[in-house]
């Protein structure tokens, strides 16, 4: 099983900066990584698929980026809206299909 | 735009069968696969299986000896049965989209989610 370590756990950042999330695979996964935002109240939504390729209306400030082991995501100028949990997921050895335990975005 | 409900009973008591199903509105619902993830108490997500309009499934192999999915499709409808529940199983599952291909599996739509509680 190919586990997803997701770093920091918690990422405190003041609206309008940047920020980077990092996600390890325990084996090399290629480019075949998700990212999810997950809100209170709120289903996921898919941010990134393909370590890099932005999902059918996801803005642009959302980057994803990395290949092998080792992934970032960046969020270049962050919005209220962007405050809440982000989770990646591989999908290059499985089953099972495999989520990293989050990084929580809060406000600074 | 597809839109993803689900619902089933939310207290469990240990050694009972949890049953969710979910139903899929808008889009095509036999060109896909649909799955199953569950995020128990400040964990992280697992994902427990899928299925396709044929029946076919795939299953977490730490869930297999207890987990079916199961599919009808002349009402859009997945649902999922996970037997002999302990405490371990309390979680918020969601139903979601898969968008399998050549070199990709992704969710791309999700249900809210259902809390299950499992609690003598």
């Known amino acids: 099983e190919v586990v997803m370590t997701q770093s920091p756990v918690t990422l405190s950042v003041s609206p309008g900066e940047r920020a980077t999330l990092s996600c390890r695979a325990s084996?090399?996964?290629?480019?075949?990584l998700a990212w999810y935002q997950k809100r209170p109240g709120q289903a996921p939504r898919l941010l990134i698929y393909?370590?890099?390729t932005r999902a059918t209306g996801i803005p642009a400030r959302f980057s994803g980026s990395g290949s092998g082991t080792e992934f970032t995501l960046t969020i270049s100028s962050l919005q209220s809206e962007d405050f809440a949990f982000y989770y990646c997921?591989?999908?290059?050895?499985?089953?099972?299909?495999?989520f990293g335990g989050g990084t929580k975005v809060e406000i600074k | 735009q597809v839109q993803l409900q689900q619902w089933g009973a939310g207290l469990l008591n240990p050694s009972e069968t949890l049953s969710l199903t979910c139903a899929v509105y808008g889009g095509s619902f036999s060109g896909y696969y649909w799955s199953w993830i569950r995020q128990p108490p400040r964990k992280g997500l697992e994902w427990i299986g899928e299925?396709?309009?044929?029946?076919?499934?795939n299953y977490n192999p730490s869930l297999k000896s207890r987990v079916t999915i199961s599919i009808d499709t002349s009402k859009n409808q997945f649902s999922l049965k996970l037997n002999s529940v302990t405490a371990a199983d309390t979680a918020l599952y969601y139903c979601?989209?898969?968008?399998?291909?050549?070199?990709?599996?992704?969710?791309?739509?999700w249900g809210l989610g259902t809390l299950i509680t499992v609690s003598s």
């Open positions: 084996q090399s996964i290629s480019s075949d």
């Open positions: 393909g370590a890099s």
């Open positions: 997921q591989q999908y290059h050895n499985w089953p099972p299909i495999t």
């Open positions: 979601a989209r898969v968008r399998q291909g050549w070199l990709s599996y992704y969710f791309d739509s």
């Open positions: 299925i396709n309009h044929s029946g076919v499934t």
